[in-house]
């Protein structure tokens, strides 16, 4: 490849970000999602601004070529490839803009890690949309898989952020209901508005917790046929106690054939394919977050001890990223 040609990749990654970031705040990625043709009027409702702005957007969405002319005048047709684009813009959101405060204060999370904990913090929301671009073809298919199959009735999300996995399996499991659970209120309330237009609402519960709470209180996991942790167990396990209450506890409420799925990153992976964002991801989470990333071999330990059998691991999609599956 010219040096041009990734020159040329890099600018249109940028504004593809940009642009897909201005839409998921106008409010307009589910109505890109859908994948039909909408018109002007629709588009302006949905983003509650004036037509002659929506408009304005509009075009340049048809001019970066992320939404086509529909075949009847004034209507709009999402591009093929707008679901790769955003996953590819994900990675870009989640290291740029769920991150700025990492990145902007980076000598000071160095010198004094808690002090600027305490002072900067990163945007739930932005953390939930950017994540959930990239599970869109970095986890979530995989994960997707490994869930559906088993077909549970009763689905436990643990980290569930903007709630788009477990919509995905609601709609793949009609028969089945769930809980979303996150620490975050902005992604708590993203997943009750995203589950309401995916039309799950009455199925799909929110929980505003963190995953500690259950060491105290496991109502939300009792009974669960499957409880599945997206990017949250590492959260805790820099307490050895608090990690390994969080899994007993959650190996306790399952039901007698149910499992635990673990979505998570392994730290620093060596590999052409992964080193670049494994470095950033474990980089970032350790240096911000006091947070050390487990190795494969730990989480196998950890789930072991905690009672678990037949624990197995595969790599997914996104650099660095893991599921392990659990069995009661």
């Known amino acids: 490849m010219k040096s041009s040609d990734s020159k040329e990749i890099a600018a249109d990654l940028a504004a593809n970000t940009a642009l897909l970031e201005i839409a998921e705040n106008l409010g307009l990625s589910a109505l890109l999602d ?50 790769d684009r955003r996953y590819e813009a994900g990675y870009l959101s989640w290291s740029l803009n769920a991150n700025r405060p990492y990145l902007d204060h980076a000598a000071l999370f160095l010198r ?53 996995l477990l919509i995905q399996l609601l709609t793949a499991l009609p028969d089945s209901t769930g809980l979303a659970l996150d620490l975050s209120a902005g992604a708590c309330d993203e997943a009750e508005k995203a589950a ?36 949250v167990m590492h959260d805790v396990v820099s307490d050895p106690d608090v990690f390994h209450g969080v899994l007993r506890t959650v190996r306790e409420s399952l039901t007698r054939d149910g499992c635990f799925v673990v979505t998570d990153a392994v730290p620093y992976v060596g590999n052409s394919r992964e080193r670049a964002f494994s470095a950033l991801f474990s980089y970032l989470h350790a240096s911000s977050m006091d947070v050390r990333l487990p190795t494969e071999e730990h989480w ?23 599921v392990f599956v659990a069995a009661v």
Do not use: C, N
């Open 112 to 164: 004094d890690p808690e002090g600027a904990g305490a002072r900067y913090q990163r945007d739930g929301r932005r953390v939930a949309v950017s994540s959930r671009w990239i599970g869109s073809r970095g986890f979530y298919p995989g994960v997707i898989a490994e869930i559906t199959a088993r077909k549970p009735q009763r689905i436990v999300d643990l980290g569930a952020g903007a709630g788009g």
């Open 196 to 231: 309401r237009r995916a039309e799950v609402g009455d199925r799909f519960e929110v929980v505003h917790r963190s995953i500690e709470s259950l060491i105290d209180d496991p109502k939300p996991v009792r009974g669960a046929d499957l409880v599945h942790a997206g990017f």
């Open 300 to 322: 196998r330990e950890a789930l072991g001890r905690a009672g678990f059998r037949e624990v197995s691991s595969e790599p997914l999609g996104m650099p660095g990223s893991r």
């Open 34 to 83: 859908r994948g039909v043709p909408f018109d002007l009027s629709e588009a302006a409702r949905t983003a509650d601004v004036p037509e002659a702005g929506t408009r304005m957007f509009l075009d340049a969405l048809v001019s970066a070529g992320l939404i086509e002319p529909g075949e009847a005048d004034g209507r709009y047709l999402p591009a093929p490839d707008l679901a």
